[in-house]
């Protein structure tokens, strides 16, 4: 396992190093120089060249990348101020510094993600298994054409939808907003309540299919049957024999949505206005806002690395098979 | 159709001795193609001590035979009639809480397969312990000790250790005896075993069987030993059953059956079996065609398409009239009983050997 | 000369968009268009009257009360985004300016009163100003009792400052008139001081001088009778010497104002409380009712609009502050009385006109069928309908001085859907049947769908169109080019201040063409580059209106470099228990100086 663990952190940080090196090259494949977004409408040469100095863009693009990333790990120095480690640079739009802005923001699309991860996996594998359950019932029709049609729903429709109902004209919803949990347990829950939900629902839909189709495959293994017949009770066999294996594909799509998941909570973000990493990945790209748009790069997707190796760590959990090979 | 009206078989009467008595029992499935007949008509007794060994080609219904005693089929489903009296209680309208308490406690079944039919994410001794803790009340720590002195029985090396390993870490034949050990564990009265040693090599299967009888001699259970393999039925039954397209087609001693086998199908099952003895030069011959549909059985005799001698029946009887099987020792065959074993000793014996 | 900030881009977007960021409901906007009770023509006249002067009275402190008016209360401001800068000299945008009117003051501002005449006085200087020397040599002495938020006295020294930081390399977004008139157009001005005032080294007492603590000289090599209008812009407010912090002064800067910041969360929120060093008795236009604003982002207009409309909880306290009724919404909001009364409405200042690039539309009658062709209507019925637009008859904007609501050459006020069989009859005239035309338009969903109607105007009249989409984000480097092989763009163009000095200039003054210049229509006629030279150095305003209409009506009729198409309204709805709700024609939008909580 510690082996394992090392490996992994190993690809981990090769992973992200890559993913920072093509962003970055990327960003200046792009025939757009950033400064003239500061420069604007009467830009003249002089006035771009004291903007590449301000942005510190007229250096070889292998030497900004070289600083940014001795900056990571040694910090440095900005017209503003010392950005000390991790220092992913300061934002060429407003100057704040990137890594703070970052952590602000991180903890809301952090809870978004993980709450609609919750209520999609409850609701969701809930839906599946009633539906498994009463196989071929009304119930099952129901819910596999509620599925249907919530997989075909976007974040961006049902959204103003939702709001439109539950919360400016009926008042019933608190409408989305973002309080830390610190300040308020239940600001914070109310104010992502609807968020929650809505994003959940693109997702819901299709784990709701998948946690139907591998419980009603897992209910024809046979020790499953081998389980009743040696007189466990139906309910005992369908939760601890057949809902067990059906957790194992699951888990297995869940480590591939993980970066749907991710992006689904930056839409959320957008479509309800929250202040999370989504809205600041989104004006970083049409700011041209190289630092900022590197610190999203970076943090989202060693996020992303972190939930992947926590499903993969819950495969072990819940099959012995590959824990102990 | 021209059938005649009694088509069903004569009721035998019920054995008092008998510990399971399975009278007319029919498992009905309805699918989206139409009624699947599995077992349409089935009656058998089996005493304690005794071991019926039932053989048939795949689809032919001993299968279901056996889930439908145990109680395993989906009753949304399935429909099931007919009568399985075990130690006088009638199962088929028994209710899933007496069923449960049964499964496992008095009745118990081996499957085919303890790969497939242990889960893979429990340990052996915990999946042995399960049953144990539900029927006897038992706590983790005694069923646990249980669970290792089973395995012991069943011939497991080192099961103090062993018992907290995963299926995947055993071989196929410690499988297939740690799921004897599974279904053994509650000292069950009747045990079905639904092909126990197909899936093993040939020196496990022996060992396998042996265990099962000295077992059966240890407790005194019932046996019903489903397999297609008469080799197997050969050495461990008593009593035989041989079924085609869900119905039974001829009954009787183990040694009347193998010695003098009455129905064409049986027949056609010895054939298709390598003997030791048998001639080398002499090719094995499979049962021409294949085993019928059960949505839509043939009419008259089910086996009648792949039969070689329909034509000694006159009136053509075969296509139109179904054979019934009288009680005890005998088959469901148009043919008179002469006929049988005058066909039997000319054609069918020389070819045996 | 404007130097658009990095935001710039986007926030312009919104502004001269007018709320036309979601543009689904066409429907609203066709009915309201036609049956609308938006204000117009009347309201544009006084938002074009020219700015008078105001003596030291009208500059003294305090503002004539508000009727009505109590204190107390937070008021909520749901905004789009974040304010790009809080350091005022480099603050440009809409937005910035109106958080400049609360937080911020500089040596002039405007007065306005209830018919939106508007009047430059002192804010921080006792009056707006003195000239002499023929609108050379400009002085300006301070108020008494001036502090910052620190308490500290404010000084000649720190307005010397405030101009002279504004050269200092890390200052990119701010205005720069002030900084040419006194020192080199252009970016030379920079040259005069390189590093700001932060290396001891200052502009000469020749060029600006403080005679004492209280005095302030402003000395131009050219008369520049539009100082005191220039120095109202944000980009000129205070910066305190003492505690200038140079680039992070962005985010932390220092009130002067009525309210300060107490807490700033960038691109989540900014909470103002009140400035206790601010004097009423100092300022004759700026109140404090109110505890504070809390100022929160990421409230679309479609949001904004629904949120306000509800009026539920908070949403009573809430304001826009350069949000706009949602296209999608406007009819909600005109087919509802009660929330009517909720609403200001007014003109913005910019003209969206379709430029021809004259080195290639050489030929006079074919831009004129172009004008006469264009159905303005449908046009601006795309972005916000009556209540986002109106048919421009002119390259004037009603809320500039000098502007003439009866001009109107193309008769578009008569067919505000376009002239077809006039302008095809042009067309057959000069013979241009089938020509080539490249149309350029950005890629906004706005501007997508008005590329539809103007492409299909130019087909109807017989001239063959090329399409040419161009991304929003470069579209004005892309047309700046001297070089752009194109020969019609859209652009929109906004006065600083209510003078036509900040709109000819930079458009048709053809000896500024450049790369990276306004002249977007690539004129360059002598006579108008001299009359330009000339009205410039009009000392006298109404002589100065006169000229530039006169002047006006030269370009469009004898040369007609752009098709004017629209001008853009503004449109606000606030919650029900804010009062003091006026237009503010100086931010072209709400009046942020007067807000009180009903409460």
């Known amino acids: ?325 | 159709m021209t059938t005649l009206t009694k088509t069903e078989d004569a009721p035998a009467p019920t054995d008092p001795d008998a510990f399971l008595s399975v009278r007319d029992l029919r498992v009905h499935f309805s699918t989206e193609d139409g009624l699947v007949k599995a077992v349409d008509g089935l009656s058998f007794d089996l005493e304690r001590g005794q071991t019926l060994g039932i053989v048939g080609e795949s689809g032919s219904g001993k299968s279901v035979t056996n889930l439908s005693i145990l109680g395993l089929h989906n009753p949304q489903s399935s429909t099931i009639t007919g009568e399985i009296l075990l130690d006088g209680q009638d199962l088929t309208d028994a209710s899933d809480k007496e069923l449960e308490k049964l499964r496992g406690n008095k009745m118990a079944m081996i499957f085919q397969d303890a790969l497939t039919a242990l889960s893979p994410y429990y340990t052996v001794g915990r999946q042995i312990a399960e049953p144990y803790m539900k029927h006897t009340g038992a706590s983790k720590k005694e069923a646990r000790a249980r669970a290792i002195e089973m395995l012991g029985k069943v011939g497991i090396p080192d099961p103090k250790n062993r018992v907290d390993d995963y299926p995947h870490q055993f071989s196929g034949g410690m499988r297939q005896r740690a799921m004897i050990a599974m279904s053994l564990v509650c000292n069950p009265e009747l045990l079905i075993a639904d092909e126990p040693t197909t899936a093993l090599d040939v020196t496990v299967q022996a060992q396998i069987l042996d265990l099962l009888k000295d077992l059966q001699q240890e407790f005194g259970s019932a046996i019903i030993l489903i397999t297609h393999d008469l080799g197997v039925v050969a050495n461990v039954a008593d009593d035989l059953l041989v079924m085609y397209a869900g119905r039974a087609v001829e009954r009787g001693s183990v040694r009347e059956v193998l010695k003098r086998p009455e129905h064409p199908y049986t027949w056609g099952l010895l054939g298709s079996m390598p003997r030791l003895a048998s001639d080398v030069s002499e090719p094995l011959r499979p049962i021409p065609g294949s085993p019928p549909s059960l949505l839509n059985p043939p009419a008259g005799c089910a086996f009648n398409p792949r039969c070689d001698y329909v034509d000694l029946v006159g009136g053509g009887r075969c296509t139109s009239e179904r054979p019934l099987l009288p009680a005890g020792r005998g088959s469901a065959c148009h043919l008179e009983a002469e006929r049988k074993q005058q066909v039997f000793i000319e054609k069918i014996q020389p070819r045996l050997g | 000369m404007s130097i658009f900030g990095t935001r710039r881009t986007r926030a312009a977007v919104i502004a001269l968009a007018a709320g036309s960021l979601v543009l689904t409901a066409c429907g609203g906007s066709n009915d309201s268009g036609s049956k609308d009770n938006s204000k117009t023509q009347e309201d544009a006249a006084k938002q074009s009257a020219a700015v008078t002067y105001g003596d030291a009275k009208a500059s003294t402190g305090p503002a004539a009360e508000v009727p009505g008016a109590k204190p107390g209360g937070t008021i909520s401001v749901l905004q789009e985004d974040d304010f790009s800068h809080l350091d005022p000299g480099q603050t440009y945008v809409s937005d910035g300016k109106i958080l400049d009117r609360l937080i911020q003051r500089g040596l002039t501002q405007y007065q306005e009163d209830d018919e939106g005449k508007q009047t430059l006085v002192g804010d921080l200087a006792t009056d707006s100003g003195k000239q002499t020397d023929g609108g050379k040599t400009w002085t300006f002495t301070l108020k008494d009792g001036l502090k910052d938020q620190n308490g500290s006295a404010i000084t000649s020294a720190d307005i010397r400052h405030t101009i002279e930081r504004m050269y200092a390399p890390f200052i990119t977004d701010g205005p720069t008139y002030i900084q040419q008139w006194l020192s080199g157009s252009g970016t030379t001005y920079r040259k005069a001081l390189p590093d700001g005032p932060y290396k001891g080294k200052h502009l000469p007492d020749s060029v600006l001088a403080t005679p004492d603590e209280k005095t302030v000289v402003f000395k131009f090599k050219e008369p520049q009778p539009d100082l005191p209008q220039a120095l109202a812009m944000p980009g000129y407010s205070v910066v305190p010497e003492k505690t200038d912090t140079k680039e992070k002064y962005d985010t932390a800067p220092v009130a002067t104002g009525p309210y300060k910041i107490a807490e700033f969360k960038p691109g989540k929120s900014l909470k103002l409380v009140k400035n206790t060093n601010w004097d009423p008795k100092t300022d004759s236009v700026r109140h404090q009712y109110v505890d504070g604003f809390n100022i929160g982002f990421n409230h679309s207009d479609d949001d904004q609009t629904k949120t306000l409309l509800a009026d539920r909880g908070e949403a009573k306290n809430s304001i826009m502050f350069t949000g706009q009724v949602a296209t999608n919404q406007v009819r909600n909001v005109v087919e509802d009385p009660e929330a009517m009364k909720r609403t200001i409405q007014g003109y913005a200042p910019y003209v969206w006109q379709l430029n021809f690039n004259l080195d290639r539309m050489t030929d006079k009658k074919v831009r004129d069928a172009i004008t006469y062709a264009l159905p303005s209507a449908q046009i601006y019925k795309l972005d916000g309908g009556a209540y986002g637009g109106e048919t421009a008859t002119g390259l004037m904007s009603p809320t500039t001085p000098g502007y003439d609501k009866t001009y109107d050459p193309f008769g578009k006020l008569k067919k505000p859907n376009g002239d077809v069989e006039k302008a095809k009859q042009l067309i057959k005239e000069a013979g241009a049947e089938g020509k080539k035309v490249v149309y350029a338009y950005a890629n906004t969903p706005v501007r997508q769908q008005q590329s539809v109607v103007i492409a299909d105007r130019l087909k109807a009249i017989g001239l063959e169109v090329v399409k040419k989409e161009i991304d929003q984000a470069t579209w004005y480097e892309q047309v700046g080019k001297v070089d752009n092989g194109l020969d019609l763009y859209m652009t929109g163009w906004g006065q600083d201040w209510p003078s036509a000095s900040t709109v000819f200039p930079p458009l048709y003054d053809g000896t500024q063409l450049q790369d990276g210049s306004s002249v977007y229509s690539h004129i360059n006629d002598e006579k108008v580059n001299k009359e330009i030279a000339r009205i410039l150095k009009i000392t006298d305003p109404a002589e100065a209106q006169k000229a530039w209409g006169a002047l006006h009506r030269d370009i469009v009729e004898r040369i007609n470099p752009a098709a004017p198409i629209y001008y853009t309204k503004v449109f606000q709805i606030f919650g029900s228990n804010v009062g003091g709700l006026r237009y503010s024609a100086d931010s072209s939008y709400v009046d942020v100086t007067r807000l009180y909580l009903k409460k």
């Open chain 1, 1 to 325: 396992m510690l082996q394992f663990l090392i490996r992994r952190t190993f690809g981990a940080i090769l992973t992200l190093f890559l993913i920072s090196a093509v962003t970055f090259f990327m960003f200046f494949a792009i025939p757009q120089d950033p400064a003239l977004l500061a420069c604007g409408k009467n830009c003249t040469p002089d006035a771009l060249a004291v903007i590449h100095q301000n942005l510190g863009l007229d250096k070889p693009v292998p030497v900004q990348f070289w600083n940014f990333l001795v900056g990571i790990f040694a910090g440095r120095d900005f017209a503003v101020g010392h950005c000390s480690a991790p220092c992913f640079g300061v934002s060429f739009s407003n100057q704040q510094n990137v890594w703070d802005t970052i952590v602000d923001r991180f903890p809301l699309t952090l809870s978004l993600s993980v709450g609609g991860l919750i209520v999609f996996l409850i609701v969701g594998l809930g839906a599946g298994l009633i539906a498994a359950k009463n196989k071929g019932t009304a119930i099952d029709k129901v819910f596999s054409s509620a599925s249907l049609v919530l997989t075909s729903m976007q974040i961006y429709f049902l959204g103003p939808v939702v709001l439109g109902l539950f919360v400016y004209s009926t008042g019933w919803l608190d409408k989305p907003s973002w309080v830390p949990i610190g300040e308020s347990v239940s600001g914070w829950f109310m104010g992502l309540l609807i968020p929650w939900l809505v994003m959940s629902v693109i997702f819901t839909a299709n784990y709701t299919r998948m946690s139907r189709s591998t419980m009603i495959e897992q209910l024809q293994e046979e020790h499953v049957r081998a389980a009743r017949a040696k007189g466990m009770s139906s309910r005992y066999v369908f939760f601890r024999y057949a809902w067990r294996g059906s957790l194992i594909p699951i888990v297995t799509i869940l480590g591939m949505d993980l970066g749907a998941l991710f992006g689904g909570a930056m839409v959320t973000e957008i479509t309800f206005g929250l202040p999370g990493i989504g809205r600041l990945a989104r004006d970083s790209v049409i700011d041209k806002d190289l630092p900022l748009t590197m610190g999203v790069m970076i943090v989202s997707a060693a996020f992303i690395l972190l939930f992947n190796l926590i499903v993969d760590a819950m495969y072990a959990v819940i099959d012995p098979r590959v824990r102990l090979s």
